[in-house]
């Protein structure tokens, strides 16, 4: 199989500087090219996708598909893999290469056919949006196709041809994000599509180059499987060797606190998986070495010795035996310290370089990608310990180490989550040393008793007692020299590794971590959620914390200065909202269209402007004031500071929508009806400003991104909520561009809004409840994420008399708003007379709190429940506690009230200005809404 690593080793040890360079790039495609290609084009995509401000959620959601299909798929054709690498090595060996392309169809076809049943199981069981399941599916298919590929490219003596094909790649998938990028805001289903052209353009390159290698072929498609019944172990250590390899993410991703879920069965872990991922680069030097060295110099030596075995006198055998164990000691020696020179590179500078690039790598990620990178070089030797000795039919004891491998890494990596989730990637690190030392010992043990192991398999009729000459003796005791200067560095870097991770720990030995439990309970918080109609004969009996009140100026003002206070009241049920607490987000109309001809302004305002326009369109009838008309403004102004008077002078009117101009308040007229159009901004400021004065307690919205809500700082909302085209138009729409209702350049970048002001809106009416359904729900969830709602209403669900939704109204309302919670605690009692409490909060809604004034709350109660501190004045405002970035604060403690045998609970909990304290989304509940934090004894 070594068939190109001839030609990459002539590249590289010539002295062509060109061909140097593309030698050891062929090198690098021809051991680890996928899989280079899979994340230097995710990370392409990442910037793009950054750069255009893509949401967190679609970001989320297109890792999360990524790493699922890709480890899924790699653990499936790892079954095949070492089955179809002997069969193809004995079929070239044996002169029979017309077996090797029908091997390649059918290995290709075998895990395609086995991964797209699991893969689309998976895919039907999630629920996942039919837009993302096609590209996502055939992405899949394609890397299936890929990693089976990998294998036979070795055999491909034009390594320019691999070069040319993973570059072609590169060069498409460029191409392709380029023209989404420019034309289109990239979603999830594009940017898979970006990864699906790149992988395409491999399979197709590649098994071109195979198949005019090898372009006689029989019929002998599924051949192999005779491989299978003569070596099944082949498609276990291949199996197991994956499971241990990948197995671990699966289990950070089900069973951590800190992976994230996109759907029922796609999760994943950004804090674990990067740092892992980023880190099995470290073992690509170690990978170039063993094609173009390793394995070239190597294996004239192995034939040379095994022709010897089959023909030759004891003495011809056991020279050629020690002329092989001296090649593969060197070659194992100089692999090893390449190994740990580029351990050692990645752990220092790679490190240093990750954590100055603006990639979100925190320094527990960091820490993380410095145990795998050790874990990850470990691995690499071991597993190919592991191939030596299939090399040397030792598949029993291969199987055993892969087993315990896999065994292992399992189940320390469950562990770990479970009391030790501060050090990622331990578990990993610790089972590949053991697996790496009990496969260098195995392999001692067979090279030392070689001869009986391979006679004893039945290549000769009985053992022969081969003499042992002085020669012989003196290598021999060579070779133990050698082998015991590897085991001493192997030593050296292990022990090395324990006293580092030992140090680090005895250093942080006062540290004590805490991360508590997280919760995915719908909870109900001041300011977001459901905003139902105030209204309604339902809304009383229904949990939210906000009513939509809706008021139209006819009603408001019924005559000229007489402002009806009492019906606002009495109609919306406001008494009783207050006094349960609710909040009320309030929208003041002068246009709605409704069936039968009207007008929703007052009788007396009509006889002093007049100069309006009765309509009857496809939204219906109605009357469209002329808001231009300087009467009409100045009475609007009146009105809107009389509704200040009655209800601006707290934040029960927490939300206000600037309505007033349009139909339905919603800042647009069907001009296109021949309706006068909206006014310019000068006019339409004469009617925000009146808000602005009247609600001086209230958070403002506006329909549209314009240069009113830059300009006034204000929030949002959106009303074709759940409609994903529509949003994403809405959203595009937030650049500095022409207001198509006034043909003036008046939309503005209102992108960053939300960070400090809401975004609302209600459920648009063109789908009816196919919002809710599955094909349909990711694709509302993603629209509420990409725009950052707190509230929607007053359109709360499409069929209210449908309870089959509840599971889908649940996960909006666990997307809706803020959820705050404490990531992390850790309490350092290093000094004498007082500790450190170090705390990390976190949000993981889609917006923050827009309460200014917000604040953590520490206490620290004894195990009888009472109080023995309370910490206040922790700097860190909730308001600016956005999603994906957090916040942290530290404070000192006296001990001088602290016993050192007493338990102490430690809660926190999060407190409005006016000392209302607000749900977490924390499990431990110490009190209503107080959440134990960590549990400690004060030493």
Not at 40 to 63: E, G, P, R
Not at 258 to 273: E, G, P
Not at 516 to 522: F, I, K, M
Not at 692 to 702: G, H, T, Y
Request: glycine share 6%; hydrophobic share 45%; aromatic share 14%.
């Amino acid at each position: 199989m070594a068939g190109v690593g001839f030609e990459l080793r002539k590249a590289v040890t010539g002295e062509n500087k060109g061909e140097k360079i593309t030698g050891y790039f062929g090198a690098s495609f021809s051991s680890s090219g996928s899989m280079i290609v899979a994340i230097v084009i995710f990370a392409l995509v990442q910037a793009a996708a950054k750069a255009q401000q893509v949401s967190q959620a679609v970001n989320d959601s297109f890792m999360c598909y990524i790493t699922n299909a890709m480890f899924l798929s790699i653990l499936l054709s790892s079954l095949l893999s070492p089955v179809l690498s002997r069969y193809v090595s004995d079929a070239v060996y044996l002169g029979k290469t017309e077996r090797v392309m029908p091997s390649m169809v059918g290995g290709s076809a075998s895990v395609a056919v086995t991964g797209g049943i699991l893969f689309s199981v998976q895919l039907l069981l999630s629920g996942t949006e039919i837009m993302v399941v096609i590209p996502l599916f055939i992405l899949f298919l394609a890397l299936c196709v890929c990693w089976i590929l990998m294998t036979y490219i070795t055999l491909i003596r034009d390594y320019k041809k691999i070069v040319i094909a993973y570059l072609a790649a590169f060069g498409v998938s460029a191409a392709a994000l380029a023209l989404l990028f420019a034309f289109t805001t990239l979603s999830v289903p594009a940017m898979i599509l970006v990864l699906l052209l790149a992988f395409a353009t491999v399979d197709v390159l590649l098994f071109r180059s195979v198949y005019l290698t090898f372009a006689k072929h029989d019929n002998s498609v599924f051949a192999f499987r005779s491989t299978i019944k003569t070596n099944p172990s082949l498609l276990l250590i291949g199996f197991l060797m994956a499971a241990g390899m990948l197995g671990h993410f699966w289990l950070t991703w089900f069973l951590s606190d800190s992976s994230t879920q996109i759907s029922l069965l796609f999760r994943f872990n950004a804090k674990y998986d990067f740092p892992a991922i980023a880190a099995y680069f470290s073992t690509i030097p170690a990978a170039v070495y063993f094609i173009t060295s390793f394995e070239t110099g190597f294996s004239k030596k192995y034939s040379n010795y095994f022709s010897a075995l089959q023909s030759a006198t004891a003495r011809c055998v056991e020279a050629a035996k020690d002329d092989m164990v001296l090649t593969l000691r060197k070659k194992l020696k100089t692999m090893f310290l390449i190994q740990l020179v580029s351990c050692l590179l990645f752990v220092t500078v790679g490190s240093k370089l990750l954590g100055i690039m603006n990639i979100g790598m925190t320094e527990s990620m960091l820490s993380a990608f410095r145990m795998f990178c050790v874990g990850y070089s470990l691995y690499y030797i071991g597993s190919t310990l592991i191939l030596i000795r299939l090399w040397f039919s030792d598949e029993r004891r291969a199987v055993f180490t892969a087993a315990f491998f896999a065994a292992g890494v399992l189940a320390g990596t469950y562990l770990g989550i479970l009391f030790f989730p501060r050090f990622s990637g331990a578990a990993f690190t610790a089972v590949s040393i053991v697996m790496t030392l009990f496969a260098a010992a195995g392999l001692i043990r067979r090279l030392k008793k070689l001869e009986f192991y391979l006679l004893c398999r039945g290549q000769y009729d009985e053992p022969v007692n081969i003499p042992r000459t002085a020669r012989s003796k003196t290598v021999s005791k060579k070779r133990l020299i050698h082998l015991s200067a590897a085991a001493a560095m192997a030593a050296v870097t292990v022990l090395g590794s324990v006293a580092f991770l030992i140090g680090d720990a005895v250093y942080k030995s006062k540290i004590i971590t805490f991360s508590p439990e997280s919760s995915n309970d719908v909870i109900l918080s001041p300011g977001m959620g459901l905003a139902p109609w105030a209204d309604s004969d339902e809304t009383p009996s229904m949990n939210t914390s906000l009513v939509y009140v809706e008021l139209k100026w006819s009603d408001w003002e019924p005559e000229d200065d007489v402002f009806d206070v009492d019906y606002v009241n009495e109609h919306f049920n406001l008494e009783l909202y207050r006094e349960e607490g609710r909040q009320v987000v309030f929208r003041f109309v002068c246009d709605e269209p409704r069936e039968e001809p009207h007008m929703d302004i007052p009788e007396w305002l009509y006889q002093l402007t007049g100069d309006g326009e009765m309509y009857d369109i496809n939204y219906g009838r109605g009357y469209s004031p002329n808001y231009e008309n300087e009467i009409f403004v100045s009475e609007h102004a009146e009105a809107i500071a009389a509704l200040g008077e009655a209800f601006g002078q707290d934040d029960f009117f927490v939300y206000v929508e600037l309505g007033s101009l349009g139909h339905w308040g919603e800042w647009h007229v069907d001009y296109e009806a021949g309706l006068k159009p909206m006014p310019l901004y000068e006019v339409r400021e004469q009617y925000v400003m009146p808000y602005l004065n009247a609600f001086p307690n209230a958070r403002f919205l506006l329909r549209y991104p314009l240069v009113d809500a830059k300009q006034n700082s204000t929030g949002l909302y959106n009303d074709l909520t759940g409609d994903y085209d529509e949003t994403l138009y809405w959203i595009n729409q937030m650049t500095d561009s022409e207001w198509e209702q006034t043909g003036a350049i008046e939309q503005a970048d209102c992108s960053d809004n939300w960070k400090s002001q809401p975004i609302g809106g209600e459920f648009a009416q063109t789908h009816e409840n196919s919002y809710f359904m599955r094909t349909e729900f990711d694709m509302t969830l993603e629209a509420i994420r990409m725009s950052h709602q707190s509230f929607i209403g007053p359109k709360i669900i499409i069929d209210e008399d449908d309870s089959n939704f509840s599971y889908q109204m649940d996960e909006i309302l666990k997307t809706l708003g803020y959820r705050y919670r404490v990531d992390k605690v850790s309490m350092n009692f290093a000094e004498k007379e007082s500790f450190n409490i170090s705390c990390n909060i976190v949000n993981d809604g889609i917006a923050p709190i827009y309460d200014s004034g917000c604040k953590v709350r520490l206490d620290i109660y004894d195990p009888e429940g009472t109080l023995v501190r309370s910490i206040t004045d922790a700097d860190v405002e909730l308001t600016n506690v956005i999603p994906g970035e957090g916040g942290s604060f530290s404070v000192s403690v006296d001990k001088e009230d602290f016993d050192d045998d007493t338990e102490y609970t430690l809660t926190v909990s999060a407190e409005t200005a006016n000392g209302k304290l607000l749900p977490m989304a924390m499990k431990d509940e110490y009190k209503t809404n107080v959440y134990t934090a960590a549990k400690f004894h004060v030493e």
